[in-house]
């Protein structure tokens, strides 16, 4: 039953990569483990997880992280700025440079990005 009131979390768990995972309905509580790739993967479900009317009384999740190195990776979308990343992402717009700086292999300029680009995040 909880299963299938959480299933949208697990199947972005599943599109995230989170690997390692387990899913179990225990005691009234769904119960959900696993290993996220990185941080920004792990945020994400645990969003996706807060979204759902009731999950405090319901969801016990476990999620670790593989890689710390750097927050995570962050696909542009159309009318993303490093600085809107930045504040999303940093709690601070002002470190767009820091993203710039971390993808200079990619990136020629912070002032021009494209939609599907994959950007390393580096940590708060």
């Known amino acids: 039953m909880l299963k299938e009131k959480y299933q949208a979390v697990l199947d972005l768990a599943k599109s995230l990569d989170v690997k390692g995972g387990d899913v179990k309905e225990e005691g009234g509580k769904l119960k959900i483990s696993g290993t996220a790739p990185y941080e920004l993967d792990k945020e994400q479900v645990w969003d996706a997880i807060k979204s759902i009317p009731g999950w405090e009384n319901e969801v016990v999740a476990d999620i670790k992280v ?39 292999d990619i990136l020629n300029n912070p002032d021009l990005i494209k939609p599907d680009q994959r950007l390393k995040i580096p940590n708060k």
């Open 66 to 104: 593989a890689n710390k190195d750097i927050l995570g990776i962050y696909t542009v979308k159309s009318g993303d700025t490093l600085s809107k990343i930045s504040k999303k992402y940093l709690d601070n717009p002002n470190r767009y440079n820091d993203i710039f700086n971390l993808n200079k």
